[in-house]
């Protein structure tokens, strides 16, 4: 059973930081190219960035570049996004997906 499974979300501040994990299981994770999604109040299902099954190819959402940075640890099926330089308009729900598959998402709330 595929699974994936997002940690890290919560309350910041405007500026502030936070690094958002996907754990993932039931698939040969380093064989697939994984992807951040996140849904906004503002602009609905956004794609966030996506990086390649080996980690050397990354991409990027234009508002968030320079600001995250995906990656993965393929030796413990996990996938991350650091978020630095947080804005209220980074508020949403963050999933991770891949092989076809999403997890639950966790709330990232951006406010002073």
């Known amino acids: 059973e595929v699974q994936l499974v997002e940690s890290g979300g919560g309350l910041v501040q405007p500026g502030g930081s936070l690094r958002l994990s996907c754990a993932a299981s039931g698939f040969a994770f380093s064989s697939y190219w994984m992807y951040w999604v996140r849904q906004t109040p503002g602009k609905g299902l956004e794609w966030v960035s996506a990086?390649?099954?080996?980690?050397?190819?990354?991409y990027y959402l234009d508002s968030v570049k320079g600001r995250f940075t995906v990656s993965r640890d393929n030796a413990k099926n996990t996938l991350y996004l650091q978020m630095t330089n947080l804005k209220t308009e980074d508020t949403g729900v963050y999933f991770c997906?891949?092989?076809?598959?999403w997890g639950q998402g966790t709330q990232v709330t951006v406010s002073s």
């Open positions: 990086i390649n099954g080996g980690g050397g190819s990354t």
């Open positions: 997906a891949g092989c076809n598959y």
